[in-house]
């Protein structure tokens, strides 16, 4: 089983909101990811928890704020964003410790008005 | 110079024919390599993985490492209108562990029935 979950499908938030993208995998995974991507390019890291711990912070801005409650949760709350910050957010988990490729949850279609 | 580099496409091929995609990447020490598809306003799906010189076939796919060359492609046999997607290739830069992944921009594949 490689499943990732991510809540909720869809959000459309102002930008004085304060809302919450969550995400679980019960795979035993060690590591686990929030990207951004944006039509047509790639996913963007944005944060990695290794461990629970925040091991990469691409220097994303601190309107948004991860969260590792344990190891098969991972949160990222949103607060006062920008229209630029729509995209589609995506959660990934990893085993870690060797084992390194990364299995995406279908992602949260962030709409900021 | 960006890290993996993959021509963006559009990339046409008829039905039944073999579809060849390729990636380089600039970082000698990457060891690890990755390829996902992504349809249309989906996910990324890990559809292959390849950490050795040399081919790895898993049904109609078959990865290709070179690693003197610095190039890793994949080839899908039998090609089918399914198989329409983004694929992206994505490694692990050497000196940032393999929890972070670099991207390339995608080639987009269309099976032309």
């Known amino acids: 089983d490689t499943e990732v979950t991510q809540t909720p499908k869809h959000l459309v938030m102002g930008m004085t909101n304060k809302k919450s993208l969550k995400c679980e995998q019960h795979?035993?995974?060690?590591?686990m990811y929030w990207y951004k991507q944006k039509a047509k390019k790639p996913p963007e890291l944005m944060f990695v928890y290794s461990y629970e711990k925040l091991s990469i912070n691409e220097s994303v801005p601190s309107r948004f704020s991860p969260e590792c409650p344990n190891s098969s949760l991972l949160n990222l709350h949103l607060h006062a964003l920008q229209p630029e910050d729509s995209a589609l957010y995506l959660c990934?988990?990893?085993?870690?410790?060797?084992?390194?490729?990364?299995?995406f949850g279908p992602g949260t279609r962030l709409t900021v008005t | 110079q960006k890290e993996v580099e993959q021509n963006s496409g559009p990339l046409s091929v008829p039905e039944g024919a073999i579809a060849s995609l390729n990636c380089t990447y600039s970082?000698?020490?990457?060891?690890?390599f990755f390829w996902y598809r992504q349809y249309s306003g989906k996910s990324p799906e890990l559809i292959m993985f390849i950490y050795s010189n040399g081919d790895k076939e898993d049904g109609r796919f078959t990865a290709q490492l070179n690693k003197a060359s610095q190039y890793v492609s994949l080839l899908i046999r039998d090609s089918q209108p399914s198989d329409s997607a983004t694929y992206l290739c994505a490694a692990p830069p050497f000196n940032f562990g393999n929890e972070k992944l670099t991207f390339g921009t995608g080639t987009r594949l269309t099976i032309i029935p």
């Open positions: 795979m035993g995974h060690r590591a």
């Open positions: 970082d000698r020490g990457s060891q690890s």
């Open positions: 990934a988990s990893s085993q870690g410790q060797g084992s390194y490729e990364q299995y």
